[in-house]
């Protein structure tokens, strides 16, 4: 599905990252762990397109990404942002039909197939009731949610996801980690980066673990996220401790 | 989708009023009767039984100001919604890129040099296209930032420049003969419109319009963040290149034959708004009705309610700020 290899990433000017590999396979979720700062975004941004690779090669459904049209990629790749207000009133349904893009001509508008699909993603994510809402007037969570719901628009085979629960509260996360999960038993392959190594442990097949733009640890969350490698990451002393069949991460305070 | 007929009916009704009302009032008052009956021997071709110096007043002087006054009210409109769409933001006019600057420095330079009405209006379309032409191009080249910041403090930076050019030139100009010439220009007029004018801008004013009907739905992802919208796979360089352009293009027109009338561009989009929604494919024919119908009403007005002419952008400002600060306490937070 998506290859990254020996990829060095950055900005104009600028390398961030270098030397991260990694393959993702159909249906499978990995997640994204790292400071802020770490070169996550970044990542993503060159994974999509948005930024040229400094080195290194990506590779989507087995084609170099620097063959692909800015529309062929949003056909494959749907994108979800972390949820900011967006400046108009575009009512959530509106939202979700700006997902339809890669798939109309230049000059096209969305017919009823169009939004047919932007019907089935809101009612996948459960909101179909907002879809007359205005996107400025619906909460973090819901806006969200209509991100993801866009991005499903797409039709992609991957999504990648940058910080989906940031600023959200508990219950939203939980949602939205949800749907990650229900999205990759449907077969898309989603890349997520989260701040909360426990989303590793609930919704990811595989975690990668990033600081200072090089790879700490990759593999199965249960091998790669432990004491020392988050520690390693933030600089903090967390035990990781087993629970009901799972793991969960518990900061160490002094005292 | 719903079907939200009603304020585009409403509209087309009231600029249909308007449109009459303003061939009949005047110096030379016209009735409504005398003009449907102008228009039916026109229409049929008939001899027509009335006075002749009627038939002039219709078709030689009302109809050429009329018809610019719903092209340059249309055209700033259209431009209007193209760039607040486009820099997400509503108080954003169509000068925004300094394409009025530039025109008012072409015709205030041609004034200068003692230029007739012709090459006055040439070089303030020039003017309009340098100058956004300059900012897109150095806004372009300062890479590292925000593209559409990038944009706007270009605009803002260059603007400044060019009136302080416009500024010097009227400090040199003859206060007797250039000068008045100068404020009459910078205050913008529909007196003096000729059928020659119209033929000119609309043309050009169609041009810009053109890819705007076309490009309509994806006009609405150039008001997503750069990265969404190219994710959701615009070309966004290449949409926004255009759209510029295309308003650019409609606003030069605009300002080449009516001098500079504000707060149509920045004022009737956003109203168009507030009634319809952002979506660029209903807002566009809105906010055109609406900027059409108000610049003959404040032309009508301009020529109508003193002695002597009122000049529009005077009347545009006058109307434009209390309606705009009321528009602004109606909608809170969402546009």
Same mark, same amino acid.
């Given at each position: 599905?998506?290859?990254?290899?020996?990829?060095?990433?950055?900005?104009?000017?600028?390398?961030?990252?270098?030397?991260?590999?990694?393959?993702?396979?159909?249906?499978?979720?990995?997640?994204?762990?790292?400071?802020?700062?770490?070169?996550?975004?970044?990542?993503? +941004?060159?994974?999509?397109?948005?930024?040229?690779?400094?080195?290194?090669?990506?590779?989507? #459904?087995?084609?170099?990404?620097?063959?692909?049209?800015?529309?062929?990629?949003?056909?494959?790749?749907?994108?979800?942002?972390?949820?900011?207000?967006?400046?108009?009133?575009?009512?959530? %349904?509106?939202?979700?039909?700006?997902?339809?893009? =890669?798939?109309?001509?230049?000059?096209?508008?969305?017919?009823?197939?169009?939004?047919?699909?932007?019907? +089935?993603?809101?009612?996948?994510?459960?909101?179909?009731?907002? =879809?007359?809402?205005?996107?400025?007037?619906?909460?973090?969570?819901?806006?969200?949610?209509?991100?993801?719901?866009?991005?499903?628009?797409?039709?992609?085979?991957?999504?990648?996801?940058?910080?989906?629960?940031?600023?959200?509260?508990?219950?939203?996360?939980?949602?939205? %980690?949800?749907?990650?999960?229900?999205?990759?038993?449907?077969?898309?392959?989603?890349?997520?980066?989260?701040?909360?190594?426990?989303?590793?442990?609930?919704?990811?097949?595989?975690?990668?673990?990033?600081?200072?733009?090089?790879?700490?640890?990759?593999?199965?969350? @249960?091998?790669?996220?432990?004491?020392?490698?988050?520690?390693?990451?933030? #600089?903090?002393?967390?035990?990781?401790?087993?629970?009901?069949?799972?793991?969960?991460?518990?900061?160490?305070?002094?005292? | 989708?719903?079907?939200?007929?009603?304020?585009?009916?409403?509209?087309?009704? @009231?600029?249909?009023?308007?449109?009459? *009302?303003?061939?009949?009032?005047?110096?030379?008052?016209?009735?409504?009767?005398?003009?449907?009956?102008?228009?039916?021997?026109?229409?049929?071709?008939?001899?027509?039984?009335?006075? =002749?110096?009627?038939?002039?007043?219709?078709?030689?002087?009302?109809?050429?100001?009329?018809?610019?006054?719903?092209?340059?009210?249309?055209?700033?409109?259209?431009?209007?919604?193209?760039? #607040?769409?486009?820099?997400?933001?509503?108080?954003?006019?169509?000068?925004?890129?300094?394409?009025?600057?530039?025109?008012?420095?072409?015709?205030?330079?041609?004034? /200068?040099?003692?230029?007739?009405? /012709?090459?006055?209006?040439?070089?303030?379309?020039?003017?309009?296209?340098?100058?956004?032409?300059?900012?897109?191009?150095?806004?372009?080249?300062?890479?590292?930032?925000?593209?559409?910041?990038?944009?706007?403090?270009?605009?803002?930076?260059?603007?400044?420049?060019?009136?302080?050019?416009?500024?010097?030139?009227?400090?040199?100009?003859?206060?007797?003969?250039?000068?008045?010439?100068?404020?009459?220009? *910078?205050?913008?007029?529909?007196?003096?419109?000729?059928?020659?004018?119209?033929?000119?801008?609309?043309?050009?004013?169609?041009?810009?319009?053109?890819?705007?009907?076309?490009? +309509?739905?994806?006009?609405?992802?150039?008001?997503?963040?750069?990265?969404?919208?190219?994710?959701?796979?615009?070309?966004?360089?290449?949409?926004?290149?255009?759209?510029?352009?295309? @308003?650019?293009?409609?606003?030069?027109?605009?300002?080449?034959?009516?001098?500079?009338?504000?707060?149509?561009?920045?004022?009737?989009?956003?109203?168009?708004?507030? *009634?319809?929604?952002?979506?660029?494919?209903?807002?566009?024919?809105?906010?055109?009705?609406?900027?059409?119908?108000?610049?003959?009403?404040?032309?009508?007005?301009?020529?109508?309610?003193?002695?002597?002419?009122?000049?529009?952008?005077?009347?545009?400002? *006058?109307?434009?700020?209390?309606?705009?600060?009321?528009?602004?306490?109606?909608? +809170?937070?969402?546009?």
């Amino acid at each position: 599905m998506l290859e990254a290899n020996a990829l060095a990433f950055g900005f104009p000017g600028r390398t961030v990252g270098h030397d991260v590999s990694f393959s993702l396979a159909a249906g499978e979720v990995m997640c994204v762990l790292g400071p802020n700062g770490g070169g996550k975004t970044t990542l993503f +941004r060159t994974l999509l397109g948005l930024l040229p690779p400094h080195g290194g090669s990506i590779a989507l #459904q087995g084609d170099a990404l620097k063959t692909l049209s800015r529309r062929e990629i949003a056909r494959r790749v749907g994108y979800v942002p972390q949820g900011q207000v967006s400046g108009f009133a575009y009512t959530v %349904l509106e939202v979700v039909l700006m997902g339809r893009t =890669a798939h109309l001509g230049a000059f096209g508008t969305p017919g009823e197939r169009d939004r047919r699909v932007a019907a +089935r993603a809101l009612e996948t994510l459960g909101i179909a009731h907002l =879809a007359e809402r205005p996107v400025t007037q619906v909460s973090g969570g819901e806006r969200q949610l209509a991100l993801i719901a866009r991005a499903l628009a797409q039709e992609p085979r991957l999504l990648v996801m940058d910080e989906p629960t940031a600023s959200l509260d508990f219950g939203n996360q939980v949602r939205v %980690l949800q749907s990650v999960s229900s999205l990759a038993a449907s077969g898309i392959s989603i890349l997520f980066a989260s701040h909360d190594p426990d989303h590793a442990f609930l919704a990811a097949h595989r975690a990668l673990l990033l600081a200072e733009g090089r790879v700490v640890a990759l593999g199965a969350p @249960a091998e790669v996220i432990r004491a020392d490698t988050l520690e390693r990451l933030y #600089q903090v002393k967390v035990s990781v401790v087993p629970v009901g069949g799972g793991h969960t991460c518990l900061p160490a305070l002094e005292r | 989708m719903k079907t939200r007929a009603l304020p585009y009916l409403i509209a087309t009704g @009231a600029l249909v009023g308007l449109t009459a *009302l303003a061939f009949a009032v005047g110096r030379y008052p016209v009735s409504l009767a005398e003009i449907f009956s102008l228009l039916s021997s026109k229409i049929t071709g008939s001899e027509s039984t009335l006075p =002749a110096n009627v038939e002039t007043v219709v078709m030689q002087v009302r109809g050429p100001r009329v018809l610019a006054a719903l092209v340059v009210g249309a055209a700033l409109a259209a431009a209007g919604t193209a760039y #607040q769409g486009m820099f997400r933001n509503p108080l954003v006019s169509p000068d925004i890129l300094g394409v009025s600057t530039g025109a008012a420095l072409g015709a205030v330079l041609a004034i /200068f040099l003692s230029l007739n009405i /012709f090459f006055i209006q040439m070089m303030a379309f020039a003017g309009g296209l340098a100058a956004v032409a300059l900012v897109y191009g150095i806004g372009a080249r300062l890479r590292g930032h925000d593209p559409l910041l990038a944009l706007v403090l270009t605009g803002v930076v260059i603007g400044t420049l060019l009136g302080s050019v416009i500024a010097l030139l009227k400090y040199l100009a003859d206060p007797y003969n250039q000068l008045p010439a100068i404020t009459y220009w *910078l205050l913008g007029s529909l007196a003096a419109i000729a059928p020659r004018d119209l033929a000119a801008a609309a043309p050009l004013a169609l041009l810009g319009l053109a890819p705007m009907l076309l490009l +309509r739905w994806r006009m609405n992802l150039l008001a997503l963040p750069d990265d969404e919208a190219r994710a959701l796979g615009v070309d966004t360089r290449k949409l926004r290149t255009l759209v510029v352009t295309a @308003a650019t293009l409609m606003t030069a027109a605009a300002v080449a034959v009516s001098g500079i009338i504000g707060w149509v561009g920045l004022l009737i989009p956003h109203a168009a708004r507030l *009634l319809v929604g952002p979506d660029f494919g209903r807002l566009l024919p809105l906010s055109m009705l609406l900027g059409a119908g108000f610049l003959l009403a404040v032309d009508t007005l301009c020529r109508t309610v003193a002695p002597i002419e009122v000049p529009p952008g005077v009347l545009t400002a *006058l109307i434009g700020t209390p309606f705009f600060l009321w528009l602004f306490a109606l909608a +809170r937070k969402s546009w």
